[in-house]
């Protein structure tokens, strides 16, 4: 998948949608799962990665 760019949109394993799919999967409730991991399987949505310092 490294040889092409756009691969990862293909395969929907772009970063950092892979590392999000696999934490909702791992911690999030159900309700998390129906309304954050199923879009994200099926490519209608794409996730972020944000870090507050306080």
């Known amino acids: 998948m ?4 756009f691969a990862a949109e293909i395969f929907n394993c772009s970063v950092p949608d ?5 934490t ?3 911690y999030g409730t ?6 954050w ?3 994200l399987l099926r490519s209608e949505i ?5 870090l ?3």
Do not use: Y
């Open 18 to 22: 892979t590392g999000n799919m696999e």
């Open 2 to 5: 490294g040889r092409v760019p």
């Open 30 to 35: 159900e309700h998390h799962k129906d309304q």
């Open 46 to 50: 794409r996730s972020a990665f944000l």
């Open 24 to 26: 909702i999967e791992h």
């Open 52 to 54: 507050i310092r306080h």
């Open 37 to 39: 991991l199923d879009p």
